[in-house]
């Protein structure tokens, strides 16, 4: 139990700048608490004691503004950057070295029985504000932009964004998206698409102005 808090807050070390110690990072950290309380309401849950695995979930939930259902499986170095309104349903799994920022939900439809919600590969990397919506894959190394809606399996070593999200390839290009975060630098299909339907207009215009003057001439 030891060994995997001190990876995690190794974890938080290396990829929140703002961290300056593993003490301060285990006292006042809420994601760090939020994991700790749910490693004990997991424990409950699996040997059925559920009313006390979400009495102890309910009380996390009010003491770090995180939500995790005692029934989700979460692996090592899981990282939360801020938190704050993070939900987390039942079904969820989660790998290893997965990254969460504020405001993000892996959650379900509310179509589906028994597996209703996301597993999250290993290394991922969820911004803030975005919506896991389903029980489908999110392939490794993946990562899911800033307010992005995925209602549809993401394959590894891919970027989804939009709403709904549409799936981006890094080609010839592999990246530890948990490492190297990078929530702006995102390309969006649909707007480089526009783009270039508006760099041809252009030039049609420009040809259409030359012709015009050339027939005045």
């Keep these: 139990m ?3 808090l001190s990876e995690t807050l190794a974890a938080y070390q290396a990829r929140d700048p703002a961290a300056r110690s593993k003490l ?3 006292l006042l950290y809420p994601g760090v608490h939020a994991i700790l309380f749910h490693r004990v309401s997991h424990w409950l849950y ?5 009313f006390l695995a979400r009495l102890n979930s309910q009380i996390a939930r009010h003491i770090t503004g995180i939500e995790i259902h005692p029934g989700a499986r979460i692996g090592r170095r899981f990282v939360i950057d801020h938190g704050m309104g993070i939900v987390i349903g039942e079904t969820t799994e989660i790998g290893d070295d997965v990254l969460l920022y504020h405001g993000v939900t892996l959650g379900g439809t509310g179509k589906d029985q028994g597996k209703r919600h996301p597993t999250i590969g290993n290394g991922v990397m969820i911004a803030c504000g975005a919506k896991v919506l389903g029980p489908f894959k999110v392939g490794d190394g993946a990562r899911i932009a800033s307010n992005a809606v995925v209602l ?7 970027t989804a964004v939009g709403v709904p999200a549409r799936v981006v390839r890094i080609a010839g290009e592999k990246m530890n ?3 190297d975060v990078d929530q702006i630098h995102i390309t969006d299909p649909v ?3 526009l783009q270039a339907i508006s760099s041809r207009l252009e030039w049609l215009e420009k040809l259409m102005d030359e012709q015009a003057k050339s027939e005045n001439l």
């Design 152 to 158: 549809s399996e993401i394959p590894a070593e891919a």
């Design 2 to 4: 030891f060994k995997r």
């Design 177 to 179: 998206y948990a490492a």
């Design 24 to 26: 301060e990072i285990f």
């Design 46 to 50: 699996l040997h059925r004691l559920f």
């Design 191 to 193: 707007q480089k698409e």
